[in-house]
């Protein structure tokens, strides 16, 4: 009561004995005031320390303002000039622990305007008394703590600052603690109770110090608190697990939040001593992912996933730990159990690719690795290959397969394998894998190149251009590369004697047959060539094809007449009996063309002569005939100018002059000199010649004739009567014996003329050809020697004709 009487004293007559301190300046002023003071409180004489009048503040209507939004504490009594507190000061709350606490308020004038600064520190006072959070201090110390022991005690605050502040503690009496004061580098004083001797609790469960902390200000305050301490048992029995070790069997994959295991353990201690808590101790960060550990009850739950292709078996070391910090430890084995959630894998280790198509059966190809991460059954694995492949998996060492060919290979009919191998494990349900594997088979030369047709035929006009293109062979090899590439050429031989290549050649490379002369069909019709394709492999493989070239005609050969021949100036004469009548037959005009087919139909036209309408020739025969019978009048010379043309376009002929006599008896002939006398006056020597010498061929066949004759009567009735003599018609060459049925001379046709030597009443006897009608085109003549001699009573060795 005393303290309280004296306190009020000192504020209320504070004012009165403060040291004002004022700065004079003509624009700032300043004061220091202490804190607390009253409301209506004089700070200053504004007026004065400002030298301005008190009319002067009113005229120039005078008012205090604050920095920003502060709050205004003082204010201008307008009577008297004085400066004076309106607000509660209290620097606790303006500026808590700062040393120096300072109020700026601004004097606003009017008229003119001008603003004057106004400054005041506000000084501390011991006005706040020392506090405890806390009027109690609880400590459960243990009797086993030993002596030095230090347990740090709450700070009293105070809100005065310098020596005002606590400055120091005091702790009651006794003889188990002491008070240990530190002062921080900022000034603070932090305190700490000290076992100064060992606590013994059946002796003091409690004790009960008055804790004091005293200021440095002037009247000195002070505050305290109670430390209640209570004397704790000793800790002296730690946790007891009920197994040291613990095991469990956890399928993998197992969902999250699964129950593993529980761990339990017991303590001897009561209260917080028997409370215990569990932990993993030691524990990988691999490990703490996976599994979750209720403190309290001990429940290991599953966290993340469990594989166990990583962990077949995971160890825990589990802490459990009293309150005050005893612990004992257990191990949890968890044996993870495999589920099948592994496909096995197949690894292509060695591949032989490309393999050669010649390779035999049961060749390694490749090598397969099948692995699979499961255990037992589920590692358990099967392995098969596509079906319609030639090869097979032959097993190997472990886990290894030969990949190996069960029959030759065709690169011609397979050139690439897509072989698909699968894997198949033994778990339930059952995994599988499957690999490609992409093969290629390489080529050999095994192959020959095989041409597209058993045999080629070429067609080509007599007369071509050297150079020009008969055909093209092609051959194909199913090889591949230089193994299929195909060269062509042409097999040595010969043609008519000369060698192949003068008459054709190859290209290599496209296989067309070239004509290198020009052919001629009237020398050779056909003929055949070997044209061989062989490869480019190593070594090559070849084959031949006949190539047979066919000549076709073309009309470039005029008709050539055999009688009556042309050759020389000789002339050929027939004798026609005057008592022949119409279509007798009186010569016959041979001729033969060397081309072939209906360039060599031969037609004949009479194109002159001295009686148009005596004689005819028969338009493919050649024969001439008696249009009408012979009379008296008409002229015993006879002159016919026959044409004979072929059938080719354009068409060819040739012309020949036959000369008839009509006449019935040889007698007459000598008459011939003046038929030729008058027509080849200026050659009568020449021609004087040539009929001596015809006279004498005419004599030696005349007694040719006989003799024949004779012979013949021996064996057959007279055909011919005696003195017949016979006047050959043609002179046949060799090349024209065979015209291959298409002209009108045929090697077995003789037509013969046979005359009296009587008188010229003599009978003329005529042997009619042997086609009496006209010979068809497409039909060919055949007599055998032996007809012709039965017919002209010839002996039986008659030469065949050539």
């Given at each position: 009561m005393r303290n309280a009487v004296y306190e009020g004293f000192f504020i209320t007559h504070f004012a009165f004995f403060l040291f004002i301190c004022v700065h004079f300046a003509y624009g700032d002023v300043s004061y220091s005031i202490a804190e607390e003071m009253k409301r209506g409180s004089v700070i200053g004489n504004i007026a004065k320390d400002l030298g301005l009048g008190i009319n002067t503040l009113s005229f120039r209507k005078a008012r205090i303002d604050t920095d920003g939004n502060d709050k205004k504490y003082c204010d201008i009594n307008m009577s008297t000039g004085d400066l004076i507190v309106t607000d509660r000061i209290d620097r606790d709350t303006l500026c808590g622990k700062k040393a120096a606490c300072v109020l700026k308020e601004e004097l606003v004038l009017e008229n003119p305007l001008e603003l004057k600064r106004i400054t005041i520190q506000v000084k501390d006072i011991n006005d706040n008394t020392p506090e405890f959070s806390e009027n109690l201090i609880l400590f459960e110390i243990s009797e086993s703590a030993v002596k030095g022991a230090k347990f740090l005690l709450t700070e009293a605050r105070d809100g005065d600052i310098g020596t005002n502040a606590v400055q120091r503690y005091d702790l009651q009496n006794n003889e188990h603690f002491t008070i240990n004061v530190n002062t921080e580098a900022s000034g603070r004083k932090q305190s700490e109770l000290v076992l100064v001797k060992e606590l013994d609790r059946e002796r003091e469960e409690e004790l009960k110090l008055v804790f004091t902390a005293v200021d440095g200000g002037s009247p000195q305050k002070s505050g305290t608190a109670i430390i209640h301490v209570t004397v704790l048992d000793a800790n002296d029995n730690a946790p007891v697990f009920s197994q040291e070790i613990y095991k469990s069997s956890l399928p993998e994959n197992s969902p999250?939040?699964?129950?593993?295991?529980?761990?339990?353990?017991?303590?001897?201690?009561?209260?917080?001593?028997?409370?215990?808590?569990?932990?993993?101790?030691?524990?990988?960060?691999?490990?703490?992912?996976?599994?979750?550990l209720d403190h309290k009850t001990g429940e290991i739950r599953v966290a993340g996933l469990i594989d166990y292709?990583?962990?077949?078996?995971?160890?825990?070391?589990?802490r459990a730990k009293d309150g005050p910090g005893l612990t004992s430890y257990c191990t949890v084995i968890i044996d993870i159990t495999d589920v099948n959630d592994n496909p096995p894998t197949v690894t292509l280790k060695s591949l032989s690719n490309p393999i050669p198509e010649h390779v035999s059966p049961d060749t390694e190809v490749g090598i397969i690795n099948v692995q699979d991460r499961d255990s037992g059954n589920n590692r358990q694995v099967r392995c098969s290959i596509q079906q319609g492949v030639p090869f097979k998996l032959v097993p190997s060492i472990k886990n290894y397969y030969s990949l190996v060919t069960t029959e030759q290979l065709d690169r011609e009919l397979v050139s690439d394998y897509n072989i698909?191998?699968?894997?198949?494990?033994?778990?339930?349900?059952?995994?599988s894998s499957s690999k490609t594997v992409q093969l290629s088979v390489a080529d050999i030369n095994d192959n020959p190149p095989v041409f597209e047709e058993q045999s080629y035929s070429a067609y080509v006009t007599e007369n071509n251009k050297p150079g020009s293109t008969l055909c093209s062979v092609t051959a194909r090899d199913p090889d591949w590369r230089q193994n299929g590439t195909v060269i062509y050429s042409l097999l040595p031989g010969e043609v008519n004697g000369a060698p192949v290549?003068?008459?054709?050649?190859?290209?290599?490379?496209?296989?067309?047959?070239?004509?290198?002369?020009?052919?001629?069909?009237?020398?050779?019709?056909?003929?055949?060539?070997?044209?061989?394709?062989?490869?480019?492999?190593?070594?090559?493989l070849s084959s031949n094809v006949t190539v047979s070239v066919f000549i076709a005609d073309v009309n470039d050969n005029?008709?050539?007449?055999?009688?009556?021949?042309?050759?020389?100036?000789?002339?050929?004469?027939?004798?026609?009996?005057?008592?022949?009548?119409?279509?007798?037959?009186?010569?016959?005009?041979?001729?033969?063309?060397?081309?072939?087919?209906?360039?060599?139909?031969?037609?004949?036209?009479?194109?002159?002569?001295?009686?148009?309408?005596?004689?005819?020739?028969?338009?493919?025969?050649?024969?001439?005939?008696?249009?009408?019978?012979?009379?008296?009048?008409?002229?015993?010379?006879?002159?016919?100018?026959?044409?004979?043309?072929?059938?080719?376009?354009?068409?060819?002929?040739?012309?020949?002059?036959?000369?008839?006599?009509?006449?019935?008896?040889?007698?007459?002939?000598?008459?011939?000199?003046?038929?030729f006398h008058d027509e080849k006056n200026s050659k009568l020597t020449y021609y004087l010649i040539i009929a001596l010498v015809s006279v004498s061929t005419f004599f030696l066949t005349f007694i040719i004739i006989i003799l024949g004759v004779r012979f013949c009567r021996r064996r057959k009735p007279r055909l011919l009567f005696d003195g017949a003599v016979a006047i050959p018609s043609a002179y046949?060459?060799?090349?024209?014996?065979?015209?291959?049925?298409?002209?009108?001379l045929r090697s077995t046709y003789n037509y013969d003329a046979y005359l009296t030597t009587g008188s010229r009443t003599s009978d003329f006897k005529f042997v009619s050809s042997y086609n009496d009608n006209t010979l068809p085109a497409d039909q060919t003549l055949k007599k055998s020697p032996s007809d012709f001699a039965d017919a002209f009573c010839l002996p039986d060795e008659f030469p065949e004709s050539q």
């Open positions: 999250l939040g699964f129950l593993v295991n529980i761990v339990s353990a017991t303590d001897a201690d009561s209260g917080s001593n028997g409370e215990i808590t569990f932990n993993f101790d030691h524990m990988s960060d691999d490990h703490v992912s996976l599994f979750s292709e990583t962990y077949t078996s995971i160890e825990l070391r589990i698909t191998i699968t894997a198949t494990d033994e778990g339930s349900p059952s995994l290549s003068s008459y054709l050649s190859v290209n290599g490379d496209t296989g067309v047959i070239h004509a290198v002369r020009s052919f001629d069909y009237e020398q050779f019709r056909s003929f055949k060539v070997q044209v061989m394709a062989r490869d480019n492999g190593s070594p090559p005029s008709p050539q007449i055999l009688y009556p021949t042309t050759e020389g100036s000789s002339f050929m004469t027939e004798l026609v009996p005057k008592a022949a009548q119409g279509g007798s037959l009186v010569s016959k005009v041979i001729a033969v063309d060397a081309d072939s087919g209906q360039n060599a139909w031969l037609s004949y036209h009479i194109v002159k002569s001295t009686d148009p309408g005596l004689f005819s020739i028969g338009l493919h025969s050649g024969e001439i005939k008696t249009q009408r019978d012979i009379s008296e009048s008409d002229s015993m010379k006879q002159n016919l100018i026959v044409a004979v043309k072929d059938n080719g376009q354009p068409s060819l002929s040739a012309t020949c002059s036959m000369y008839l006599l009509i006449s019935d008896n040889l007698a007459e002939v000598p008459e011939l000199k003046d038929i046949l060459p060799p090349n024209y014996a065979d015209v291959d049925g298409t002209g009108t």
